[in-house]
Each structure stands twice: as structure tokens, then as C-alpha cells.
């Protein structure tokens, strides 16, 4: 009897180890998106990079070249292919030269809906003093640029939308 209950119980915990290092089901392929369906979401990015000039009208330049932008949204607003259970979908685009940036994303008939998650940058802003009734530059210092995660709902095929974007510093 004792004999059957070790074989038993080391069968048990072979069974066990077995079923645990089985390969997790996986996709075969990767969900494709029907991306004949798309829109364009583009703007202009803006940071306060320089003091010196927030006497004049325009106290904002554009953001620096290279600035990413990302686009996430929930990969279930999509009809998927293969079906399944799928996590965010990530787009990105960087700022071009005068801030601008443009990218096309994927939508469906229902709208999609997006968040824009625009990635900090560190910048050595250029500083002002007042000297003598006249501003002077004053060198630079480290600032770090932020904007809030935003929404973008509803976003439909062939929907030209425009976000542009003012960062904020510390």
C-alpha cells in the first residue's frame, strides 16, 4: 500500500511539473488591423525654451526636433485578426523641425479612442535679469518639460485632427 501511494504521489507531482512548464498558448501569428481604415493626427509642439524672449508675443518655441509622441489606445475597439485578447496598440512619431509632427492611425467604423502621451525632455532653458531697466540673458538652467496624458476620443476614418501641444516646465 505504501508502495501504490508513493507511486501515486510521484506521479502526482510529475503531472504537476509537466503541466507547468507547458508552453502558454500563443498566437501563430500576430493580429493584423485593417489599416486602409486610418486618420491623421497632427499638430504643432510648443515649450517656453528661452526666457529671454517673454517680452514679445510669441513667448513659446517650438518644441526640440526629435520630441516623442506617443498614440496608445485598447486594441479591443478593433475587429481583430486572429481573434483573441490582445493588449494596447502603441504608435509614436517624433517632432520634425518647426515642431511639427503628423502620424496616421488606425480607426474603425465605430471611432476609436486614443491617448496622447507625449514624452518629457529635458532642456537648458535660457534665463532673463532685469539690469537697469533693460532684460539681459542670464545663462541657462535645466528645466524639465511635461503635458498631461489627453484623450483623443472618437477618431474616425479619414478624421484630419489637429492637437497641437503646449509643454510646461518645472
Same mark, same amino acid.
Given at each position: $500500500?505504501?508502495?501504490?501511494?508513493? &507511486?501515486?504521489?510521484?506521479?502526482?507531482? &510529475?503531472? /504537476? +511539473?509537466?503541466?507547468?512548464?507547458?508552453?502558454?498558448?500563443?498566437?501563430?501569428? @500576430?493580429?493584423?488591423?485593417?489599416?486602409?481604415?486610418?486618420?491623421? +493626427?497632427?499638430? /504643432?509642439?510648443?515649450?517656453?525654451?528661452? $526666457? &529671454?524672449?517673454?517680452?514679445?508675443?510669441?513667448?513659446?518655441?517650438?518644441? @526640440?526636433?526629435?520630441?516623442?509622441?506617443?498614440?496608445?489606445?485598447?486594441?479591443?475597439?478593433?475587429?481583430?485578426?486572429?481573434?483573441?485578447?490582445?493588449?494596447?496598440?502603441?504608435?509614436?512619431?517624433? %517632432?520634425?523641425?518647426?515642431?511639427?509632427?503628423?502620424?496616421?492611425? @488606425?480607426?474603425?467604423?465605430?471611432?476609436? *479612442?486614443?491617448?496622447?502621451?507625449? %514624452?518629457?525632455?529635458?532642456?537648458?532653458?535660457?534665463?532673463?535679469?532685469?539690469?537697469?531697466?533693460?532684460?539681459?540673458?542670464?545663462?541657462?538652467?535645466?528645466?524639465?518639460?511635461?503635458? @498631461?496624458?489627453?484623450?483623443? *476620443?472618437? %477618431? %474616425?476614418?479619414?478624421? +484630419?485632427? +489637429?492637437?497641437?501641444?503646449?509643454?510646461?516646465? *518645472?
Amino acid at each position: $500500500m505504501k508502495k501504490v501511494f508513493l &507511486f501515486l504521489t510521484i506521479a502526482f507531482y &510529475f503531472a /504537476v +511539473i509537466v503541466q507547468s512548464c507547458k508552453k502558454k498558448d500563443e498566437q501563430s501569428s @500576430p493580429a493584423t488591423i485593417d489599416l486602409s481604415k486610418s486618420a491623421t +493626427i497632427k499638430g /504643432v509642439v510648443r515649450a517656453n525654451l528661452d $526666457m &529671454f524672449n517673454d517680452t514679445s508675443a510669441t513667448p513659446m518655441e517650438f518644441a @526640440p526636433s526629435g520630441t516623442r509622441l506617443i498614440f496608445q489606445t485598447d486594441a479591443q475597439q478593433f475587429p481583430l485578426n486572429p481573434s483573441g485578447t490582445y493588449d494596447d496598440l502603441i504608435y509614436s512619431t517624433t %517632432v520634425g523641425t518647426n515642431g511639427v509632427y503628423s502620424i496616421k492611425v @488606425p480607426t474603425a467604423n465605430q471611432g476609436v *479612442n486614443y491617448t496622447l502621451i507625449a %514624452v518629457d525632455f529635458e532642456y537648458d532653458q535660457g534665463q532673463r535679469k532685469l539690469v537697469g531697466g533693460y532684460w539681459v540673458t542670464d545663462g541657462t538652467k535645466r528645466k524639465v518639460y511635461t503635458y @498631461p496624458n489627453t484623450p483623443i *476620443n472618437n %477618431v %474616425v476614418t479619414d478624421d +484630419i485632427i +489637429i492637437k497641437d501641444i503646449d509643454y510646461s516646465n *518645472n
